[in-house]
């Protein structure tokens, strides 16, 4: 644990680390990396662009790592001398072994050691797998590829304004990332890697079935499972909505089920680490879509169960009885505590002139109704609707408190509660 910390203090320090890498770095995960990587396919979308997304998966990457490569990798980095011999001791004459139990014996496999891969669960292991991967950008060589990463999760982007332009630079892209792969040696899993092409429901271009990038075939997904969301072609999220409405009613019903024999204050715990937590990842990309009312049905369903109310019963007032955010809340929380921890994405829409501590963002000029409806924007026209005394609040825990209780007490139904009601008020 004090290795990795000085480990990752001297790549801080010495800003080794690509931004396109999210896993296991302070300040990032699956969320900001989901953000990078949807939020570039809506401004391309915007810009008439035919966007191609390829979601690489890589075999066994944790357990393939060559030793000797991260090495020299490492010591190219800077971590040279006794830091780097000790991490060498650490990979080295690793032994493992099987152990395999039921209720009449245990067996266990013959011993080896490991001469490749980085142990898992353990607290160093990610950080030299990141290490590992952290120059496979270099191979990206066109302007029109860019690369999201979450740890092995390795997902690429390619725009051009025809689809022949597109071809070539997947092609050499794809080229390139496979010969990265093989001077690392590291193999790509072609049966699920997949690709999916990004266009509005208006677009009439026709797209092939496979596309074929040289020695790799890959099929086209209308939908694909991307860090935790449902992402479907269009944006539209009804993919998502419903992989979550399922999950949500089986929580609901579980909870109706334990409510005759469990309190309320252990019922809401119940709600918030199996409904809420549900409800709360990613629902900073789907909270805005159509179908989203249909899991806030959902979730009033389920506080009818945990207050023991009847079928069809008013749920206004209830949700702030309780402590319990609306599906709107949450989704709204969301947005303006993305935007107040990452406030350098959206630093260059701020005003510039006039500066104050408290201003109003400036929107992103734009054509497409999926602008508005995109995370960026939607962060943007939240937080702007603040009251001042919000805004001018520094600390994230004291942001934090005051913007739960302010959206305790509105009890928005729908984003237009929030838009609508004179917020100073509820302060």
């Known amino acids: ?15 080794l680390i690509k931004d396109t890498q999210h896993g296991y770095i302070k300040g990032k995960s699956t969320l900001t990396a989901a953000y990078q990587f ?24 944790y357990d393939c790592l060559d030793h000797s490569i991260l090495l020299s990798k490492l010591e190219r980095y800077g971590i040279r001398g006794p830091a780097l011999s000790w991490i060498e001791s650490y990979l080295n004459n690793r032994k493992q072994k099987v152990k395999l ?13 490991t001469t490749i891969g980085v142990p898992q669960g353990s607290i160093l292991g990610p950080t ?32 051009a304004t025809n689809q022949e332009t597109l071809y070539v630079e997947g092609t050499n892209s794809m080229k390139n990332i496979q010969k990265w792969l093989s001077d690392n040696k590291l193999i790509l899993n072609e049966n699920k890697t997949t690709a999916m092409f990004f266009r509005t429901a208006q677009c009439k271009k026709g797209v092939p079935n496979i596309l074929n990038f040289s020695e790799n075939t890959i099929p086209i997904s209308a939908n694909i499972r ?48 199996n409904f809420e937590s549900r409800l709360r990842f990613g629902i900073l990309f789907f909270g805005n879509c159509g179908d989203f009312a249909d899991i806030f049905v959902i979730q009033k369903r389920t ?81 702007n609707q603040l009251p001042n005394k919000l805004k001018e609040i520094d600390n994230l825990r004291l942001f934090k408190k005051k913007l739960y209780k302010l959206l305790l007490r509105l009890e928005p139904y729908k984003l237009e509660d929030f838009f609508n009601m004179n917020l100073n008020i509820m302060l």
């Open 303 to 383: 506080l009818r169960h945990i207050l023991g109310m009847n079928l069809g019963e008013s749920c206004r007032g209830k949700f702030r009885e309780l402590g319990i955010l609306t599906a709107t809340g949450v989704f709204i929380q969301e947005c303006i505590i993305y935007l107040f921890k990452n406030k350098q994405l959206f630093a260059g829409y701020e005003p510039t002139s006039g500066y104050t501590r408290v201003f109003n963002y400036i929107y992103p000029k734009h054509r497409l109704a999926l602008v508005e409806k995109g995370p960026q924007y939607t962060c943007l026209k939240l937080f």
């Open 128 to 159: 030299l797998f990141i290490i590992f991967m952290n120059d496979i950008d270099n191979c990206i060589k066109c302007q029109a590829c860019r690369i999201t990463k979450y740890a092995d999760d390795t997902n690429l982007l390619i725009t």
């Open 1 to 15: 644990m004090v290795m990795n910390r000085r480990i990752w203090s001297f790549l801080d320090s010495n800003n």
């Open 226 to 273: 991307f860090l935790g969301l449902e992402l479907d072609s269009q944006l539209k999220w009804d993919y998502h909505i419903n992989y979550l409405r399922g999950k949500l009613s089986n929580v609901c019903y579980s909870i109706k089920i334990v409510a005759n024999y469990l309190d309320k204050k252990v019922l809401k715990v119940i709600y918030h680490s």
């Open 101 to 113: 139990s039921n209720l009449k014996m245990t067996t266990h496999s013959n011993e080896i050691t």
């Open 38 to 61: 949807i939020q570039n396919i809506i401004l391309d979308i915007d810009k008439n662009k035919i966007i191609l997304g390829i979601f690489l998966d890589l075999t066994q990457a």
